[in-house]
């Protein structure tokens, strides 16, 4: 489940080196590769979110959803917007205020900070075409609909062992299992 104040947070850690305004397809993109990157160093994804492949490239389905106004969750979009609205092409922050960062640990800032630091000068198309590239994303499915990526398909294509991926899936199921007790 989508925790929004968090993903509220990852947005506006990137956005504030934007000065509150960025197209939102480059955001999409560099929030894909910094989960694709915190997985893939850290065993987790940032967000949480599933991936999708769509026409443009792998996209943080939820983010997606929640930048096209189109989020299942009605009480969920209302927070989104208070925060954030699009304009053309163009995310843009309703407030200028820093918020705090208190649900992102440091090993998250630091993946955002690097991946914001490789692309930052890069255009929304580079971006698409990079994760087009098989040698970069080789995941990536080119499809006109949306068809979900699990993270052991993007793992496992990133050239992870099926032993640490089984090991990896038996964690992931663990702690499922905790959070549904503890809920």
Avoid at 6 to 27: A, C, F
Avoid at 64 to 74: A, E, G, S, T, W
Avoid at 91 to 107: F, H, K, M, Q, T
Wanted: hydrophobic share 35%.
């Amino acid at each position: 489940m989508l925790d929004i104040h968090k993903m509220i947070q990852v947005v506006n850690h990137v956005i504030d080196r934007y000065e509150g305004t960025i197209n939102y397809t480059k955001l999409i993109k560099e929030l894909y590769l910094a989960d694709k990157k915190c997985l893939l160093k850290h065993g987790y994804s940032i967000s949480e979110n599933q991936f999708v492949c769509m026409k443009f490239g792998p996209v943080l389905e939820d983010l997606y959803q929640l930048i096209r106004q189109q989020y299942p969750d009605k009480a969920v979009q209302a927070v989104w917007d208070s925060y954030y609205y699009t304009s053309s092409r163009d995310l843009i922050r309703v407030s200028g205020n820093r918020l705090p960062e208190d649900r992102l640990s440091a090993n998250e800032i630091t993946v955002l900070d690097e991946v914001d630091g490789e692309y930052h000068s890069w255009g929304y198309s580079a971006l698409i075409d990079l994760v087009h590239n098989r040698a970069v994303c080789p995941e990536t499915i080119n499809t006109d609909s949306s068809i979900p990526l699990s993270y052991s398909t993007v793992m496992a294509k990133a050239g992870v062992s099926a032993e640490d991926i089984a090991a990896w899936e038996s964690d992931e199921s663990l702690q499922d299992s905790l959070d549904r007790i503890f809920a």
